[in-house]
């Protein structure tokens, strides 16, 4: 029997149906079997996919009501000691406080799902943590999916990767091990008995950069784990692991899953695969939403076939939580770009389609072939996905460099923009009131015409500036009241870009994102925020600051076409934005700042890859500002990042002025900037936007006092961590009140 089958599916609903039941939880308006039952709904539904779709076995252990890192965690027994919980008994309440926190203990870490813009929490292991065992929820999803009349097969993250992932204190990582593995194996045990013939073990650090001692443990660690149960999958994915074949082919393990969309080199690697194992290669795209080419992957996968004959596993290249749910929901996409597309359960189809003409040959399923063939022809042959003029434009691009350097621009930017010492500014947005997404709402539902539409922002952003003049900031913004989103503003104006209706994306916990879609080459058919900036310009005469989302932003935030590589599609973005920038700076704006950050979440997973991503993204940053004229103040925003090894690269941006984020590091952050000694202006947030609390002058003044130490007075410039649009008006008005008055205090010192 051949087998197909998923690494999990998205679980929080083709409508979001988790979501809002998870929300409504949390309000207080759903109780715990309400919440329940709509989880089992879920489950239920996307078994039925994979069922229907032929697959061998249904996922279980994908499903989770808020991170499945954080369901491992709580299904050993370890969820942080510091919530002062019972392992053994924790309830469904505990468990949503450990995601989000409680009056007396802030919330687990969350960090970056490895390259993805899925973020997980990190389990917090010490020299005390016991893994004795947690709540049964995942044996009840078991014993569900068999009710039901599925094949389970359970996966779980594995014991290295578990730990890697941790942030462990008082004690070496892997020296958890001795109290860790007893937990996996007596859960093996417990699958065994529940009969589920296969266990997924998940174990994505193999695509890192791994150090010995870590590559070490897989072999005694999976002996042991081999001996509890005798059909363990141990599933790699994000990143080939090639390099680490003659290990992997030795472990005791009875299948390995590679892959082959992320590095399809690696397949080389595994040629001398042994018939005895399973190999399962992950031919689908997980990551993106593009149709698979079924005639390509039928070339891959028939030697192998011939080869491993029922030993050859196929599946999606890692979970489908990556990518949207159902493609049937997207009505309003044109015919031709859904010619393309594919989400979770298309891909299901894909696999059930591939398996059929591995085993019964391709003329079997002559007619999905051809079917798939022809739509992905109609997609690829649309005019659009290879306009010349975009050709014509990339390969000869215009200059990278500003005309003048740092100093000498600084020098010109100080006399048109005739501001003082620890100049003043915000981010970008404003608090986007109830009120503004009425309006929106309103105007996309076609209530309000798009003449009281631009009235109503307009009255907005008069409504921000003449705030801003208020508090006495020097350099303004306009507020970005006209935009829902930083990316979707530009995405739905760009030609080259769709926007889904339903492409939701899980980011953390109960919080989708909507991925634009590139499919073509990226141009700007007309300018997109001129009219805006020009307006707020007019209420001002104090600088009005120019607000643009970078190309590497919209690159990294979107789902990208992949016939041709990141960095041209990132350069395309970027002349797109370049004609922006011209334009705004030939309006008169005296400030410009381009978005960026993403830039840092960028980096591949292995540092040998590094080098030549900041070659593309540095590149199409500096393609995007460089055609402002010198005099006019190129800023760049980044979040929160480690910066210090990516210092080269930022300051080879060589934005006049870089705001990031640091009120969280205490301004520690800075000191690397100090160290490096970069060489342009630079703006430390001095309190975090996160929250309405309203920081005291007496904070801001001994931030800013700590980053006078690294930053010379004439490079410092004063602002908040990021944009306020999560804020409401009075804290906004509050704290930037008590910014602008720590600010006057250090003027007066200085
Ligand atoms: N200009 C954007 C804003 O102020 C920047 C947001 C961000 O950095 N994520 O909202
Ligand atoms: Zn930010």
Redesign the pocket.
């Known amino acids: 029997m051949f087998t197909t089958h998923t690494l999990g599916l998205p679980r929080i609903g083709s409508q979001r149906e988790l979501k809002f039941a998870v929300e409504k939880f949390w309000r207080g308006e759903l109780n715990e079997s309400g919440l329940r039952a709509c989880g089992r709904e879920l489950r239920l539904r996307h078994w039925q996919w994979q069922h229907a779709a032929g697959l061998r076995f249904v996922s279980v252990g994908d499903f989770s009501l808020y991170d499945q890192v954080l369901d491992t965690t709580v299904l050993l027994g370890a969820p942080p000691a510091r919530f002062g919980f019972d392992p053994a008994k924790l309830s469904r309440s505990q468990y949503f406080e450990l995601a989000r926190g409680n009056p007396a203990q802030p919330a687990c870490e969350m960090t970056k799902w490895f390259d993805t813009n899925y973020h997980f929490l990190k389990p917090e292991f010490d020299g005390d943590t016991r893994f004795d065992g947690g709540p049964q929820w995942l044996l009840e999803e078991v014993r569900e999916a068999k009710l039901a009349g599925f094949q389970p097969k359970v996966q779980l993250l594995g014991p290295l990767s578990l730990l890697k992932l941790a942030r462990v204190q008082g004690i070496a990582p892997l020296a958890l091990l001795p109290r860790l593995l007893p937990a996996y194996v007596r859960l093996l045990k417990q699958l065994v008995a529940e009969g589920c013939e296969w266990v997924q073990l998940d174990e994505p650090i193999l695509g890192l950069d791994l150090d010995q001692q870590w590559l070490a443990a897989f072999a005694p660690v999976y002996r042991e784990l081999a001996a509890a149960h005798s059909h363990i999958l141990l599933a790699t994915y994000f990143n080939g692991v090639g390099e680490h074949s003659t290990l992997l082919t030795s472990l005791p393990v009875a299948g390995l899953h590679i892959d082959a969309v992320r590095a399809p080199q690696q397949l080389e690697a595994f040629s001398a695969w042994p018939t005895n194992k399973v190999l399962s290669v992950g031919i689908v795209d997980g990551r993106n939403i593009w149709k698979t080419d079924l005639d390509a992957a039928l070339d891959t996968l028939a030697p192998l076939h011939a080869r491993l004959g029922d030993a050859l596993w196929i599946a999606p290249s890692c979970s489908l939580l990556h990518v949207p749910a159902d493609l049937e929901q997207e009505t309003e996409l044109s015919e031709t770009i859904r010619d393309g597309l594919s989400f979770a359960r298309q891909k299901l189809a894909e696999l059930a389609t591939l398996a059929r003409a591995l085993c019964l040959g391709r003329s079997v399923c002559f007619q999905s072939l051809e079917t798939n063939r022809t739509a992905l022809a109609r997609f690829r042959a649309l005019p659009a996905r290879n306009d010349a003029a975009v050709a014509a434009r990339l390969a000869s691009l215009p200059e990278l460099e500003r005309g003048l350097a740092y100093g000498e621009r600084a020098v010109l930017q100080r006399e048109r923009l005739q501001l003082p010492l620890l100049p003043t500014t915000t981010?970008?947005?404003f608090p986007q009131t109830t009120a503004i997404r009425a309006q929106r709402a309103a105007f996309k539902r076609g209530e309000l015409s798009e003449r009281d539409y631009r009235e109503a922002m307009q009255a907005e952003i008069a409504q921000a500036v003449a705030k801003q003049e208020a508090l006495g900031l020097d350099v303004l913004v306009h507020g970005?009241a006209e935009r829902s989103d930083?990316v979707d503003y530009f995405a739905e104006q760009l030609a080259g870009v769709a926007v889904c209706r339903h492409g939701w994306v899980q980011s953390y916990g109960s919080r989708c994102v909507k991925p634009p879609v590139i499919w073509g080459d990226v141009s700007r058919p007309k300018a997109m925020t001129v009219e805006w900036t020009r307006y707020a310009q007019t209420l001002s005469k104090l600088p009005m600051k120019g607000?643009l989302t970078g190309p590497v932003t919209l690159v990294q935030w979107a789902f990208v076409r992949d016939d041709k590589a990141r960095a041209e599609v990132a350069l395309q973005m970027a002349l797109a934005l370049r004609d922006e920038v011209a334009e705004l700076d030939a309006a008169g704006i005296a400030a410009i700042?381009i978005?960026e950050?993403a830039f840092r979440e960028g980096l591949p997973l292995r540092r040998a890859d590094w080098p030549a991503y900041l070659d593309w993204a540095v590149c199409a940053f500096k393609l995007s500002a460089a055609g402002s004229r010198p005099e006019t103040q190129i800023h760049t925003?980044m979040?929160y990042s480690e910066f210090e090894d990516i210092l080269p690269a930022i300051a080879a941006m060589d934005a006049d002025v870089i705001t990031i984020e640091t009120s969280r590091s205490a301004m520690t952050l800075l000191d690397a900037f100090g160290e490096f000694q970069y060489p342009n202006e630079i703006g430390p947030g001095v309190y975090d936007i996160h929250s309405p609390r309203v920081p005291a002058v007496a904070e801001m003044t001994v931030l800013l006092e700590k980053a006078l130490r690294v930053i010379p007075a004439d490079r410092l410039w004063v602002n908040p961590d990021?944009?306020?649009?999560t804020r409401g008006w009075p804290e906004t008005e509050a704290a930037l009140a008590n910014m602008m008055a720590a600010t006057q205090q250090l003027r007066q010192r200085l």
């Open positions: 981010i970008g947005s970005e930083m607000m700042q978005d950050p925003h979040c990021c944009g306020l649009k």
